[in-house]
Structure formats: structure tokens, C-alpha cells
């Protein structure tokens, strides 16, 4: 059996939070909105109000920013309770998925834009415009 050593790093994916990676929005399992502690490639850490076992094997639901679905199957590493709370406790889990999904280790890339434009943006071009053509002219 090898002794890790402190700096060394087992894991074979980054993990990040939710909130960086920019094509997801929200995560369901087996039907349920749970919270994303951390995500990768190869699975999430998350948080639940609802026990799971370990081997159990469940739909994965990733929702896009676009409202578009990707489900992936997985399988629950481990489970505990991380919180009692006043009517439910809450469980933290590990889920690996079947297949990898390269679409999470996409690069973080921060909006710049306040605001999104509405339809499309034309630059750099030199159209003119004729008001006698406009369909609104007042």
C-alpha cells in the first residue's frame, strides 16, 4: 500500500463549484434540485434532503443555462448526514458517473457584458440606413 503524501493529489479531475462552470445552472438526482458542493468531470459532491446508499445507481439531471437537459447516469460513492434541521436532515453524497463529461472541465470564462443585447450584434460594418425603408418612422 503506497502513503500518499500531503501535497500529492489522488483525484484525476478538477473540481469546481457550480457557479464556474458557466454551461450549468442547477443538478438534479433522481428527480430532486440538490445543491453542487463541488463538480467534475467524473462526478459531483452535493447536498440533499434526501438519504441515498452507496451502489445505489440514479439518473443524473444537469440543467444548462439554455433550459436544456443532460442526464448521465451514476452511482453513489458515499453518503452522511451533514446537518439536522428542524423538520429534515441533510445528507452530503458522492456520485460517479458512468461515462466522463468533458463539457464540465470547460474553461471559466467570466462575462464581461452588463447586460445581454437583445437578438444579434452587428460590428464593424459600415451599413447606412434608409428611414424611407424603416418600418417605424415615427
Not at 469546481?16 to 453542487?36: C, G, M, N, T, Y
Not at 474553461?107 to 460594418?125: H, K, M, Q, Y
Request: with cysteine; hydrophobic share 45%.
Amino acid at each position: 500500500m503506497a502513503i500518499l503524501e500531503r501535497e500529492e493529489e489522488r483525484r484525476g479531475a478538477c473540481r469546481r463549484p457550480l457557479h464556474e462552470i458557466s454551461r450549468f445552472v442547477a443538478v438534479k438526482v433522481s428527480s430532486e434540485l440538490v445543491d453542487v458542493i463541488n463538480a467534475s468531470a467524473n462526478g459531483l459532491l452535493v447536498e440533499g434532503g434526501f438519504p441515498v446508499r452507496p451502489g445505489m445507481t440514479s439518473f443524473v439531471d444537469l440543467i444548462e443555462a439554455a433550459g436544456n437537459t443532460v442526464r448521465v447516469n451514476g452511482t453513489i460513492v458515499r453518503c452522511h448526514i451533514v446537518s439536522l434541521g428542524p423538520s429534515h436532515p441533510r445528507y452530503q453524497f458522492a456520485i460517479m458517473f458512468d461515462r466522463a463529461l468533458p463539457m464540465i472541465d470547460e474553461a471559466f470564462e467570466p462575462s464581461v457584458r452588463t447586460a445581454d443585447p437583445f437578438g444579434f450584434l452587428i460590428v464593424d460594418t459600415q451599413a447606412q440606413v434608409d428611414a424611407s425603408q424603416s418600418l417605424n418612422n415615427w
